[in-house]
């Protein structure tokens, strides 16, 4: 990042695509001003090339990492590799299917990042063991 540039926020999601999560994210980034933040979207998987035309904002590039089925243990390096040339000045990963995605963000360096839920997905009594400790792992 260069002196004369805003921060930017590199947003990590599982897919762009039709959704409540990612119209609130569209919306946001349409949103802020510019000159405040710019923006980077992660996609762990895939984007729907037709929903990123809504993204309004300039600059903005969206990335796809092409998470294979099941466990990708490559996801993490490409997600670090990424992140390390792109330099964000914030990570923000959002739903628990991207909430792994902190690991290679601090192995990165980056050094604000923040995870964020949307909806409950699953887990609406928040019973699932497994998923509290990822989250108090994260915290």
Request: charged share 20%; aromatic share 8%; net charge positive.
């Amino acid at each position: 990042m260069t002196n004369n540039q805003s921060p930017l926020v590199a947003h990590i999601i599982h897919r762009l695509d039709y959704g409540g999560l990612e119209n609130g994210l569209v919306n946001l980034i349409n949103h802020i001003p510019p000159n405040r933040y710019h923006h980077a979207i992660i996609c762990l998987t895939d984007y729907n090339p037709e929903f990123r035309r809504r993204i309004q904002q300039p600059g903005v590039e969206v990335f796809a990492l092409h998470k294979s089925e099941g466990h990708d243990l490559g996801l993490y390096g490409r997600c670090w590799n990424l992140l390390r040339q792109l330099r964000p000045a914030i990570v923000h990963t959002r739903n628990l299917a991207a909430l792994e995605m902190q690991f290679p963000a601090w192995l990165a360096r980056v050094q604000r990042r923040v995870h964020g839920e949307h909806g409950w997905d699953r887990d609406p009594a928040l019973m699932n063991p497994r998923h509290h400790r990822l989250r108090r792992w994260l915290r």
